[in-house]
C-alpha cells in the first residue's frame, strides 16, 4: 500500500533562516506531488505541484520554491524566511486518477 | 478560477445526522471531494463522486450532487463524538492539468453529547 511521510513534523525557525521540507511517497510510481499551506483561517492554498522528475508547477508568487530531486521526494524550500510564511504545510500525492491523499503535514512557525 | 464555499461551522447532538453543504461555481467540474481533517493531522480523503452521479452512499456517509444548482452535500448518519473534525469539500480544477484541486474552507463538525 501507499504511505506519504513528511518531516519534520514541526519547525520553528527565525525570521530571515533558510527551510528545507521534505515529503516522501512510498508504494507508487510516478505520482502527481503537491504542496498546500494551511494559514490559521482553515483554508488550504495549493502552493506548488509536480507531474514529474524536475517538473515544478508554481501557483502563486511567493517566498518559496519547490524541486523534485527523485520521483517519489518533493522538497519545499525558501533562501529567507518571513514571518508569513507560517503555517500548516502539507504534501500530497496522487495516481493522476482521482484521488489525492495527504501527508501528515509540518507546522512551521517563524518567530 | 473556481470558488468553493461552506458554512464554517455546524453542531449536532450525538446520534443525529450531520449535513455539510457545499456550493461552487464551475458546472464542468467533473469530481467533486470530502475530507476529514482532525486537529493537528492531514486530510483524511472520505469519499468522492463524479459529476455524472446524483448520490453516492459509503456505509455512514451519503454524499449528494445538484449539478444545476452546483451544490454538493455530505450527510454523515448516527453521528459520533468521532466525527467531529473539520470537513472540507473539494472540486478537481476544470482547467490547468495537474488533476489540481481546489478546495473549500471547511466546516467545522461539532458533536455534542
Known amino acids: 500500500s501507499q504511505t506519504i511521510h513528511q518531516w519534520p513534523a514541526t519547525l520553528v525557525q527565525p525570521v530571515g533562516s533558510p527551510l528545507s521540507l521534505e515529503c516522501t511517497v512510498e508504494?507508487?510510481?510516478?505520482?502527481?506531488l503537491y504542496w498546500y499551506r494551511q494559514a490559521a483561517g482553515r483554508g488550504l492554498q495549493l502552493l506548488f505541484y509536480?507531474?514529474?522528475?524536475?517538473?515544478i508547477s508554481s501557483e502563486v508568487p511567493q517566498n518559496l520554491s519547490a524541486s523534485r530531486p527523485q520521483d517519489r521526494q518533493f522538497i519545499l524550500s525558501s533562501k529567507k524566511l518571513l514571518l508569513s510564511d507560517s503555517g500548516f504545510y502539507l504534501c500530497?500525492?496522487?495516481?493522476?486518477?482521482?484521488?489525492?491523499?495527504f501527508g501528515p503535514g509540518t507546522r512551521l512557525t517563524v518567530t | 478560477g473556481e470558488d468553493v464555499e461552506q458554512s464554517l461551522f455546524l453542531s449536532v447532538r450525538e446520534g443525529d445526522s450531520s449535513v455539510i453543504n457545499c456550493t461552487y461555481t464551475?458546472?464542468?467540474?467533473?469530481?467533486l471531494y470530502w475530507y476529514k481533517q482532525e486537529p493537528g493531522a492531514g486530510l483524511q480523503l472520505l469519499t468522492y463522486i463524479f459529476s455524472n452521479m446524483d448520490m453516492k452512499q459509503d456505509q455512514r456517509l451519503t454524499v449528494l450532487l445538484n449539478k444545476k444548482d452546483k451544490h454538493l452535500s455530505l450527510r454523515i448518519a448516527d453521528t459520533q463524538t468521532g466525527d467531529s473534525a473539520i470537513y472540507f469539500c473539494?472540486?478537481?480544477?476544470?482547467?490547468?492539468?495537474?488533476?489540481?484541486?481546489?478546495f473549500g474552507t471547511g466546516t467545522q463538525l461539532k458533536v455534542e453529547l
Open positions: 500530497a500525492w496522487a495516481d493522476g486518477y482521482y484521488e489525492q491523499y
Open positions: 464551475d458546472s464542468s467540474s467533473t469530481y
Open positions: 473539494a472540486v478537481r480544477r476544470v482547467r490547468g492539468g495537474g488533476n489540481k484541486l481546489t
Open positions: 508504494g507508487t510510481s510516478n505520482p502527481n
Open positions: 509536480s507531474v514529474g522528475i524536475g517538473q
